[in-house]
């Protein structure tokens, strides 16, 4: 790249079709002239060579992703971040910067493996001059996004579901999350439908294994669902894992459904965010995502890519809700961070459904409240573990003891007073109280 | 977990039975008791709560990984990188750990989503007391490989459909990378393969676009491609790229291979691990896996999921060969770590064939002797891009200056020698020379 070459991926906004691009905002560390790294960065995610040999054309107009927006927010003695690298495109003093930049997405169309590889690919971590980056946030026009339907059922659709309007969903995730048969699994979540959950669901890490296969535990836990329904007179959820290789995805649905599981429980990113699509598109029952992997991109403040965008592309590929790892010490997330997360369920997106956002972490009772007042709403999944059914009155006193809390909630009564007349949830601050 | 619970997550190699077992080497940072940090390392991936309420059982043997083995290598005033985090499981000192865990397989069973989800899911990353952890290997028995078809071609099966046998395979991706129409990027990769390309490629970038759809796309290079063999006498090969949605994955692989295209390009994490074993299952051609992504897991030494794991990874997967960031500065990467990523490739993996080693970053004529040197053998691929394409005497020069670099190295002669004679090979280095 030439200085001559540098105005070919420089644009006003004024002066783009803003339809026809995808706003990329990315924290930056460079060596040397920002604008030079910006231009690259522009280019090696479009177009690194815009002309063949000998012949006077330029691909940049149309196919060059554009920098709108650059910004010099200071200066570093050297990258914050050691990469261990022994050679490379520089040394010494960094900038620290942020970008907006425009890249036109008919270059490759709604595809989520192309979109990836477009925004965080190798044209985004490889730029010359440019050790550390992060992909902060992006913006698809309402065109774009139309081509994706979104949440089928979103929290509108898991609320007409459950039948519950004006409280958050109460998930339990059915501990021990491994080892058990299908037969008491199902009685573990009997229990604790019966205490007031709404969903019991299967643990990200439960698969289709020998020991406790899909089919049985579906057969089980949907038999179990029934008979809680009858008994509680309300409709309740078993949430299936139907994490597993792309080509049995529809299969373990197709079973788990005839079964009697109502919603589906899929680890986003193992799977792949397009696989997540193609599940979304024939799913029959709310599709709830789960976030192995997530932390490993997002973590470091600059470095990766920033969890609002993958709560986006999750939200883009279809799940009706987000696990995210949520507030408090236990997930050692950063609030804001986690309540960008819920705003990328919630906030506009086109013509895209709202996903309910399932913040969590070692939560119990005496967490609820906190979520609650975080989120600012009721529209949020609250999804204990052991605050359920490691409950020491067993997982029917567990479930009531976050029905309670939220009833005290509810009634603007502390828990603790709650509690005096009301065990299960006394019995949850003696056990849990000291979590934190 | 208390004391008590500690010796469960513990063992010692000789207690276990290996084939029940992944070993995983974890790097990890963590405040507290090292022991108690692996110990909660063990559990969060497995078994975080291993009996019932009021059950005497214990699900820690059979289910729970363990730790084999732990160093602590020192002590720092404060964790390498800053997350970020505004609370956490922890402050001050940390301890910089190795760790070794036996990781029970039949938790979930030979299912990459799952190995994934159990090995850099939640369990790994959201442990109580370690902020920084980076999975820096994983060891999977031959039994559990077994259930892997692993690459379906391989570097015997590549130099077999290409006739080449001594030397490394000379791979060109077509530039201009995006923009063309059908017609005239076939006609590219026609002047390259008359200059001696075995294989000309799509750029990952390169989708099923309106404006280079990949039926014409594939028709026209199918096309060219034959009629390059019929004036070479040698087989040629043309990499479409199929990188799309999972669902159309084997649709486009029809497609392609109909007409005329002999190998494939899949953008491995972007469309998913998964997908791409679905699709090795079914390929009938060599399947070439690129790289976006990966960095942005596996650049920082003490954070995410190092390149030698990812690159394992997508040889259980069925890649064929394996793209990777290369040597020399233009990539930044650390020169060992692409030797460990090749010898992942190549190293004895249960009944798992080799893939074809791809390392990567704007190479050229005269990049190609360091590129040898270092991998220590001809079974590598050689990928330049500009450096073909952007040849100052067009394709087929710079096709011929990568074959001429070659037999200047066959013959033990300098390349600047040899240019002396050579007009391509010369006008490579005029051009190209620079970038050191």
């Known amino acids: ?5 540098l105005p070919g991926f420089f644009a006003r906004r004024e002066d783009l079709n803003a339809a026809d691009f995808i706003e990329l905002d990315y924290a930056f560390e460079c060596y040397g002239d920002p604008r030079l790294a910006a231009a690259h960065l522009c280019s090696e995610q479009s177009t690194a060579q815009w002309h063949r040999v000998g012949i006077d054309e330029d691909y940049r107009p149309r196919f060059g992703a554009k920098v709108l927006d650059l910004q010099v927010e200071g200066r570093r003695p050297a990258p914050s971040y050691a990469t261990g690298a022994t050679t490379g495109a520089g040394a010494g003093e960094v900038s620290v910067c942020r970008v907006t930049i425009a890249h036109p997405h008919g270059n490759f169309g709604p595809r989520i493996p192309n979109l990836l590889s477009a925004v965080v690919g190798e044209g985004v971590f490889f730029v010359p001059g440019i050790p ?23 929290i509108a659709g898991i609320r007409d579901l459950l039948g519950v309007h004006d409280r958050p969903i109460f998930f339990g995730v059915i501990k021990p999350n491994i080892g058990l048969p299908p037969e008491p699994f199902a009685e573990l979540a009997y229990e604790g439908w019966l205490g007031g959950l709404d969903v019991a669901k299967d643990d990200e890490m439960l698969a289709d294994a020998p020991w406790c296969p899909l089919a049985q535990r579906s057969a089980q836990l949907g038999a179990a669902r029934r ?3 009858t008994v509680t007179g309300v409709t309740k959820c078993y949430m299936a894992n139907v994490t597993d290789e792309v080509d049995r995805l529809i299969e373990l649905h197709d079973l788990a459904v005839a079964n009697g599981a109502n919603m589906l429980l899929i ?11 193609m599940l979304s598109r024939h799913t029959r029952v709310p599709l709830v995502g789960h976030f192995p992997m997530i932390a490993a991109l997002s973590r470091l403040p600059g470095y990766g890519i920033h969890t609002r965008v993958i709560t986006k592309l999750q939200r883009l590929a279809g799940l009706d809700a987000i696990v995210m790892p949520g507030f408090g010490g236990r997930m050692g997330m950063d609030e804001a961070e986690v309540l960008e997360s819920v705003a990328a369920c919630v906030d506009p997106m086109g013509g895209l459904a709202p996903s309910l956002p399932i913040p969590g972490g070692s939560d119990w009772a005496g967490t609820l409240e906190g979520v609650y007042r975080r989120v600012g709403s009721v529209d949020f999944g609250f999804i204990p573990g052991r605050g359920v059914f490691g409950h020491p009155m067993g997982p029917t006193g567990g479930a009531a003891s976050l029905r309670q809390a939220w009833e ?9 007073e709650y509690a005096q007349t009301h065990p299960e949830l006394s019995a949850a601050i003696a056990a849990f109280g000291g979590r934190g």
Chains 1, 2 share one sequence.
């Open 408 to 416: 005290a909630i509810a009634q603007g009564v502390s828990i603790d």
């Open 1 to 5: 790249m030439t200085p001559a070459d």
């Open 132 to 154: 550390l980056i992060k992909l902060l946030d992006l913006r698809m026009p309402d065109g774009f996004l139309s081509a994706f339907p979104g949440p089928r059922f979103g």
């Open 227 to 229: 008979r809680a329904e």
């Open 267 to 277: 680890n986003a990113l193992p799977v792949g965010l397009s696989a997540v699509r």
